[in-house]
């Protein structure tokens, strides 16, 4: 029994819309952020162990390197710290969220291991007390705990409820393979605070306060987000995080994939996928 495998999926996050308010004095941003998730995922799979050894595989396991493993083998150790448990967990990580593209993949596997940790010894931790975990790991790791739509406050690890569904939402993630750094993006902010979230607003209307800065550093973002806000049943093209990934939202699945096929020949990384 307690060699058998186990598995949880690590989401990829997108932000439906960033609104930068002001850089605080500790060098973090005070920001309002829509986060969701979508089916396109990593896969985590654990088993007993006396050890905690992690290996990874996958398309982007690679450029994942020492950074992915670190967060996993992080969060595993905090969990452990936690708890005073003793036992260890031989881990797998199937990487197929692009590294460094504002979609939240350190994060989302990061979450993954502690939601797997929680069963594979028999925690029972309720999902609120493993997000006091992840806070400590990285500003988004909290809302991968959840992996539902949520509001996120402060420096993202705040949760709040967003009162709208978007639950199976046909949605295209578009990368153009060009790593961009968070940090770099967030000082390159003009500092303009135009103001926050609100929670009944239609997404069209909101913004991701990034953009232009992102643009600044990598500009073919500017390109994705002109091709994907072409074409038919498109309701939204937008950047997440702090890119290079962009998102387009679509009213139908044959719209998602008539602009996936539209974009096939630049070479980019592309994921037809719905939100969760
Ligand atoms: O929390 P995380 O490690 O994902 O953040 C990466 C970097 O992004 C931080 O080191 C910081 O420079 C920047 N950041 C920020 N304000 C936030 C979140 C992240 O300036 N709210």
Redesign the pocket.
Known sequence: MDNVWISEAAPAKVNLALHLRR??AD?????ETIFAFTDFADTLQGRASDRLVLSVEGEFASPAGQGADNLVLRAASALREATGVRAGAELRLEKRIPVAAGL?G??ADAAATLRLLNRLWRLDWPSARLETIAAT?????AACVRSHSCLGL????TLADWPQSVSGTPVLLVNPRVPV???P???AWDQIDLGGIDKAAPIAALRNDMTAAAIGIAPVIGDVLAALAEGQGVSLARMSG?GATCLALYTYDAARDDAALRLAHQGWWLAATRLR
């Not at 790991?137 to 790791?141: E, I, S």
């Open positions: 850089r605080r060098g973090y941003h005070d920001l939240g350190g994060s790991l990285g500003a988004d790791v402060g420096r993202g690890e750094p968070t940090g993006v967030f000082k702090s």
